[in-house]
């Protein structure tokens, strides 16, 4: 048995071993041009195909530098998480610290300064920083409803994070992380604040 996998017509020309006696063509296509060249039958049986139900890709943006007090140990962290519950997702970091992180699920990005539609498209924005003093990106997110993973620094809730309503607070040691919950909490359910509205006007 011989598996016709080619148009054989655009070939111009199939060598057949004396041996085979049958020819399966995976589509009509090749059945038809086999038989013109050849004048053999082809049977024509498709390729099976066996799909998983496919997961929705969870798609994450951060926009800052890859250092130590910017959670280049935290973005480890999560991203391992992730891939240990087999979690898809792709990670966009815009940074000048291109490839600082080994991961083929974070991609980089050069920065830009405005990076709105990106943040909006976005399931979270994260920022794991040792500490922020106010955050942009961060604001930007909750403004256009877009919910954020970040580290338990005084001035997100200040700015109106909450957990496990617009986003995820995490601890710094990323010890108590459910990455599983995460996925969970909807960009519909981000509420954005009255102090982020008057941010935004």
Same mark, same amino acid.
């Given at each position: 048995?011989?598996?016709?996998?080619?148009d /054989?017509?655009?070939? #111009?020309?199939?060598?057949?071993?004396?041996?085979?006696?049958?020819?399966?063509?995976?589509?009509?296509?090749?059945?038809?041009?086999?038989?013109?060249?050849? #004048?053999?039958?082809?049977?024509?049986?498709?390729?099976?195909?066996c799909?998983?139900?496919?997961r929705?890709?969870?798609?994450?943006?951060?926009?800052?530098?890859?250092?130590?007090?910017?959670?280049?140990?935290?973005?480890?962290?999560?991203?391992?998480?992730?891939?240990?519950?087999?979690?898809?997702?792709?990670?966009?970091?815009?940074?000048?610290?291109?490839?600082?992180?080994?991961?083929?699920?974070?991609?980089?990005?050069?920065?830009?300064?405005?990076?709105?539609?990106?943040?909006a498209?976005?399931?979270?924005? /994260?920022?794991?920083?040792?500490?922020?003093?106010?955050?942009?990106?961060? /604001?930007?997110?909750?403004?256009?409803?877009?919910?954020?993973? /970040?580290?338990?620094?005084?001035?997100?809730?200040?700015?109106?994070?909450?957990?496990?309503?617009?986003?995820?607070?995490?601890?710094?040691?990323?010890?108590?992380?459910?990455?599983?919950?995460?996925?969970?909490?909807?960009?519909?359910?981000?509420?954005?604040?009255?102090?982020?509205?008057?941010?935004?006007?």
């Open positions: 048995i011989e598996i016709i996998h080619r /054989v017509k655009a070939l #111009g020309k199939w060598n057949i071993h004396p041996k085979i006696t049958k020819f399966i063509g995976v589509s009509q296509l090749c059945c038809d041009s086999f038989k013109e060249i050849t #004048g053999k039958d082809c049977e024509l049986i498709y390729n099976p195909l799909l998983e139900k496919p929705k890709v969870l798609n994450l943006i951060s926009a800052t530098r890859i250092t130590k007090e910017k959670g280049k140990d935290r973005i480890k962290k999560l991203a391992e998480l992730l891939d240990k519950e087999r979690i898809p997702y792709l990670w966009t970091i815009f940074t000048n610290d291109v490839d600082t992180i080994k991961n083929p699920n974070i991609v980089y990005m050069q920065p830009k300064l405005d990076i709105l539609d990106y943040i498209n976005a399931d979270y924005l /994260v920022q794991l920083s040792d500490d922020e003093s106010f955050c942009y990106s961060v /604001v930007e997110a909750l403004t256009v409803g877009t919910p954020v993973i /970040v580290t338990d620094c005084p001035v997100f809730k200040e700015l109106g994070v909450e957990n496990n309503k617009n986003g995820w607070i995490c601890d710094f040691e990323m010890e108590h992380v459910d990455v599983n919950k995460i996925i969970h909490l909807l960009k519909k359910t981000c509420t954005i604040s009255q102090k982020l509205c008057n941010f935004a006007a």
